[in-house]
Every structure is written in C-alpha cells, then in structure tokens.
C-alpha cells in the first residue's frame, strides 16, 4: 500500500521539478530576446540621432546666399589706360565695382562705420566673380550687368535662420544689417542657390567659399595608390600562406603577426610612415602617394586575413577534382580556388578600403593636415583628405564653418555607404553554391 501511493508521489514530484526548470529556461530566453531586442532599439536611436544631428546640421551647406546686383564695370576702375592689358585687368579692384552698387541701394551709408557694415555684406569672392566675368569677355567694360554674387557667411546665417533676425548675436550682425537683408530680400536681390561651390572649390579661409573637391580629389589620388598595391599584395600574400606555404614555425610567427597587425591602432602606421616615407626616403610630405602608402599598410592585415578565410572556405573537393583531372597546383588555385573565394577576397577588400577612407590619424601624421587651397593635379602634389578636411572645419571658430563640417560628414558617409553596396553587390554577382 505504502509503494503504491509514493510512486506516483514521486513521478509528480519529478514532473514538477521539470516544468519549474522548463518554465525558468523560457523566462531566460524571454529576457535574453527582450535584452537582445532592446540593444538594436538603443543602438538604432542613436544611429538615428546621430544622423538627425549630421543632417539637420549640414543640408543646409547645399544651398548658399546670393546677392543680386547691377553692376557698372566702370572703365576708370579696371582699365583707366583703355589698353585691356591683361596684367591690369587680372589687378584691378573688382570688388569696389560691387560695393558701389551697393552704395547705390543704400545711399543713408554715409559714415564710416555704415560702409563698414554694409560692405560686410558681401562676400570677398564677388572680387573673383567679377574678375572672372570680366577675362571671359573684357566687351562688358563699360557697361551694366545684372551679375549674382556671393554673400558673405554671416548673411548666410541669417538667411537660412542660423542667427536670429530679432536680436544681436555675438556682435556678428548689426540691426542695421538686418535691415538692409530684410530690404534685399524683399526685393527679390537676395536668395538661396544651390551651393556649386562646396563641390568645385577647394579649401578657404572664408566659410562661404570654402569647398571639398580638393579634398575630395586628394582622398582619390590616396586610394588609388591604395587600391593599386594593397589588393595585389594582399591577395598573392594570402594565396602564398594558404595554398603554397610550408606549415611551420616561421609561417606560424608570419601569421601571428599578421593578425596582430589588424589590431595595431592607425595613428602607428602614420608615425611608420613618417619615419619611412619621410625621413628615409625623402617622398614630398602632404602628397596622396604617401598617404596612399601608409593606408596600404593598415589596409594590407585586413585584406590578407579576408582573403585567407575566404580561400579557406572553398571546399576541398574542388581542389581535389581538379588536381584528379591534372592540373597543376597554380592551375587549381588561379583556375578554380581563386573564382570561388573572389567574393569574400572583394568583400574583405572593399571593407578594409571603406575603413582607410575614413582615417584621419596617419595622414595628420606625415602632413596632410595642412592648409591646401589649390586643387591636387596628381598623387605627387600637395593635398589633403576628406577626414582631414572635416577635422579641419570642425576645429574653425565660424559659425558657418559647422555646416560645412556636417555636410562634408554626410558626403563622407555617401561614400562610404556606396563601398559597402559595392560590396554587397559583387558579392551577391560573383557568389557560387556547391
């Protein structure tokens, strides 16, 4: 009688047992899915206020002020001797012509300190504008022109509502020059455009002619080289160790360091650069072909161990077969091993090139830091990148310039999402199932 009752007892016991641990194994899962769910949620808000800030910052850097004016190109300004030497037409003083006009718009500027602050309202690239205007076609001297000029930052400030119209800011606006901008603007003399400059111009001191192609053109000239001896390098380096190498303690060390390498932080690759490119071989400092240098060797780990892992995925039955038909050991990588791995190797590569395009670190460190107007014809002169040219412009004390730096962040990101689509797209064409 006594069995009878304690083995069911127990058989319960045991079922109660297994539902409390059933039970308790579910609830952790439950949390583990809501922690994992909350970590996305928390990282994708501040992914989106991240990009909020960045956009809400700099879009409005794609558009820029510009004033309207009749313009007289009077004679005895830019050409008193009537000889339309070019000498002379390249020095006169342009910018006098525009302020005239403006003088004309507002005849109350009599004192000093009014032409001052109304002279202010342009921006010192209206002397080039009309320079420029003036060697295409010396015809218009003499004559006026209905010409669209440059504003200068503060205006475009107040334009686009960066600096209140109610108040004085900083000093920076006067409430008689928002006056005379209200004016304008209700004569339809004063507007937005889209900002042509900041992707034809290069690098200024003035914010609202200050632009990214020399930058631009200096982080392409640096990946170029990048690309033309990193990928080669990389893919034959990890081709050799995995498929030729003797497996001993000296490809061991190889690799080790290797994959040591990958983790060395940036900015030691500039200080190798500097000692190498610079110092030892005497390469012009602030040039993209050192840059170039040194982001190949930081890219070179990355794509090494890319390629190593996708030649390693390749299944051994290809190389088998091959090998069965008769083919050479070079045969059986180039022909068949490689093709297969080339997704991978182009994927690891793109990805190693998306991180070199975004370092700032090692080119600060051989001198591509420095202040370069110009824009670079070649990989030998002189540049700068477009990181460098972000850390530059966020480092300037202007207001205008904080635009600047967020549109070039958003450019900067555009490339970088491209590469990555790049990426995902030969992947997806080269991609074989076996």
């Not at 194994?25 to 992914?47: K, Q």
């Not at 005849?107 to 342009?122: G, I, V």
């Not at 240098?293 to 930081?298: D, N, P, R, W």
């Not at 990355?302 to 045969?331: D, E, F, M, N």
Request: charged share 15%; net charge neutral.
């Amino acid at each position: 009688m006594s069995q009878t009752v304690t083995a069911p007892t127990d058989a319960a016991a045991r079922k109660a047992r297994q539902d409390a641990r059933l039970r308790k194994r579910h609830a952790a899962e439950r949390r583990f899915r809501a922690l994992g769910i909350a970590s996305i949620i928390i990282a994708l808000t501040f992914l989106g206020l991240l990009f909020t800030t960045i956009i809400g910052k700099g879009y409005t850097a794609f558009m820029q002020s510009h004033l309207t004016l009749e313009v007289y190109f009077d004679p005895a300004e830019i050409d008193p001797a009537g000889t339309r030497d070019p000498q002379a037409l390249a020095t006169a003083n342009y910018i006098a012509l525009a302020r005239q006009s403006l003088q004309d718009l507002f005849p109350e500027a009599t004192s000093r300190n009014d032409r001052r602050q109304m002279n202010a309202l342009l921006s010192v690239g209206a002397d080039l504008e009309l320079r420029r205007m003036v060697e295409a076609n010396p015809e218009i001297i003499g004559t006026t022109q209905r010409v669209v000029l440059p504003a200068s930052a503060d205006v475009d400030m107040v334009v686009k509502g960066h600096i209140g119209r109610d108040a004085v800011e900083g000093g920076r606006v006067s409430q008689q020059q928002l006056d005379w901008i209200a004016h304008l603007e209700a004569q339809d003399m004063l507007a937005l455009q889209f900002n042509t400059r900041f992707f034809t111009a290069g690098d200024s001191r003035e914010p609202e002619l200050a632009g990214i192609k020399g930058a631009v053109m200096g982080s392409f000239y640096a990946m170029l080289v990048t690309v033309a001896l990193s990928f080669p390098l990389g893919v034959a380096t990890a081709i050799y160790l995995e498929e030729f190498a003797p497996k001993n303690r000296w490809t061991d060390l190889i690799e080790v360091n290797i994959n040591n390498l990958a983790a060395v932080p940036s900015i030691v690759f500039g200080l190798l650069g500097l000692a190498v490119f610079l110092q030892f071989f005497n390469l012009p400092r602030s040039a993209p072909l050192v840059g170039g240098l040194v982001l190949t060797l930081m890219s070179l780990p990355t794509i090494i161990i890319a390629s190593r892992a996708a030649l390693k995925a390749v299944p051994p039955s290809i190389r088998q077969a091959a090998t069965g038909l008769g083919a050479s050991k070079l045969q059986v990588v180039l022909h068949h091993v490689l093709p297969l791995a080339m997704p991978g190797i182009l994927t690891g590569t793109i990805i190693a090139l998306a991180q070199a395009l975004g370092e700032t670190a090692p080119l600060l460190m051989i001198g591509m830091v420095a202040f370069v107007v110009d824009i670079p014809g070649g990989p030998f002169d002189p540049a700068t990148a477009l990181p460098v040219q972000i850390f530059l412009w966020a480092d300037a004390p202007e207001r205008a310039f904080v635009e600047r730096t967020s549109a070039a962040i958003i450019v900067l990101l555009g490339f970088l999402a491209v590469m990555n689509i790049v990426a995902i797209i030969l992947r997806k064409k080269f991609e074989r199932r076996w």
